[in-house]
């Protein structure tokens, strides 16, 4: 009985691994997607909404814009420079914030500012 139990087991093993390889691979593959769409850093709200979506490379900053709503990964540069990155594409900013805080409305005036 012992030795039917081990047989049986031997040859389960293969079928277990190959299934939590499976589970493991499926884990490792859909993290980055779930980890892609929440790594904004910056997110700004725009005073008037874009007409469609759209992604805008600004700088080393990809960002992604619906209506209102604009996110983007971290940049080197200080976010009030981000921000008036962001405005002179797309229009005035009536918020912008990073993990930090937002910003102030003093650096939203000059975030909104156009550069001469």
Do not use: H
């Amino acid at each position: 009985m012992i030795a039917s139990r081990n047989s049986l087991l031997a040859q389960l093993f293969p079928a277990i691994l190959a299934l939590v390889g499976t589970a493991a691979t499926f884990t490792a593959t859909a993290t980055p997607a779930q980890a892609a769409s929440g790594n904004a850093y910056y997110s700004a709200t725009l005073t008037a909404p874009i007409a469609k979506p759209a992604k805008l490379m600004l700088g080393d900053v990809l960002w992604n814009c619906a209506g209102a709503e604009c996110s983007a990964a971290q940049d080197s540069a200080r976010p009030v420079v981000v921000c008036t990155k962001l405005a002179a594409k797309v229009g005035q900013v009536s918020r912008f914030a990073t993990p930090k805080g937002e910003l102030a409305a003093e650096d939203i005036a000059r975030c909104n500012t156009p550069k001469a």
